[in-house]
């Protein structure tokens, strides 16, 4: 499948995040040396930037296999049971959204993660007691938003914490060149470029957005991806000069048109547009913020003056 290959399968194909790769190679290097599992590690950052990829990245590169999951699927202490059952000497669990498990699970996994065990009650009322089972040494690599608070003490159990960081345009670039061969798809540079400015520092976006420009070209005849065309489908797209879209877009005229800008909270802002709180805080906020269309303040969210001569809206105080 396509979309899979556009994952790289190893630290060297991976494009951007390098002070992450540098030290991480060096985590892997050095657990492997000493034959030993490597520590757990936490993930965070906005969706998109490629975490999931670079857990399967540290499984393959430590040469071990690695079982997938998500926060919420694990509802039930069994659930967790039957992951950690399935695991090899020094295989990767992968956790994505890991801020969204139930907090009882959360702390059956503070044993697992220190001690390689987990405690299960068997029998009921009066004969319920605790049973110890052992487990294989494994790495935990969670995932999370820096929206998606992690208790205290489930972080202080990661040994390695990493903080993505949005992709430069440059990057971004190389990422879309090398998705555009992968379908094998031809592209210049400098439409490879203009998608990436237009990808919110995100190779997720990036390639979605590549991927809709390729149906414009193809449909059009073209024989390669250039400025032009990409100018065109882009607009089609409504995806603006700065990568913002509808959703962002309606954002910032919703602060502008019901609160003059702001301040605003966040779960006010998502009543009105009909988007969870969630979405608007890990996925639209820390882009816009990013660029500085949004500020921070004590009372609340407020759309800059940046963000208004973007929209060509005049800013009058009240
Ligand atoms: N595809 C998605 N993210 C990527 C990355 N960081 N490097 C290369 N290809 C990618």
């Known amino acids: 499948e396509a979309e899979l290959s556009l994952r790289p399968k190893r630290l060297n194909q991976y494009i951007g995040q390098e002070k992450i790769k540098q030290k991480v190679a060096i985590y892997i290097e050095a657990a492997k040396n000493r034959l030993e599992s490597l520590d757990h590690v936490l993930l965070y950052g906005p969706p998109g930037l490629g975490k999931t990829t670079l857990a399967t990245i540290i499984a393959n590169e430590l040469e071990v296999g690695i079982k997938t999951t998500t926060g919420p699927a694990i509802e039930r202490p069994g659930d967790l049971v039957a992951l950690l059952n399935e695991l090899q000497p020094g295989d990767v669990l992968f956790i994505d959204e890991i801020h969204r498990m139930p907090k009882s699970i959360e702390e059956m996994l503070y044993s697992a993660m220190e001690d390689f065990y987990i405690d299960i009650i068997v029998g009921q009322d009066a004969t319920a007691h605790p049973v110890r089972f052992p487990l294989p040494p494994f790495t935990l690599i969670g995932a999370t938003t820096k929206a998606g608070m992690l208790s205290a003490p489930l972080r202080a159990r990661f040994g390695i914490v990493e903080h993505m960081n949005y992709y430069t345009t440059k990057e971004l670039a190389q990422i879309i060149t090398r998705s555009a061969e992968v379908f094998s798809t031809s592209i210049n540079e400098q439409g490879a470029l203009e998608i990436a400015r237009r990808s919110r520092g995100t190779p997720r976006v990036a390639n979605r957005l590549l991927k809709r420009v390729r ?16 100018k065109y489908a882009l607009e089609m797209l409504h995806v603006d000069d700065q990568g913002l879209d509808e959703t962002d877009r309606k954002v910032l005229l919703t602060m502008i048109e019901l609160y003059n800008g702001g ?43 940046s963000a208004y001569e973007h929209l060509h809206i005049s800013y009058e105080k009240n």
């Not at 070209?217 to 032009?228: S, W």
């Not at 979405?279 to 990013?290: F, N, S, V």
């Open 263 to 305: 301040p605003v909270g966040l779960n006010t802002l998502a009543a009105n547009i009909g988007e969870e709180t969630e979405t608007i805080a890990d996925m639209i906020e820390p882009y816009l913020l990013q660029i500085g269309f949004i500020k921070r303040t004590a009372r609340g969210r407020m759309v800059t003056l």
């Open 215 to 230: 149906d414009f070209a193809q449909v059009a005849n073209k024989p390669e991806i250039d400025l032009e065309i990409v």
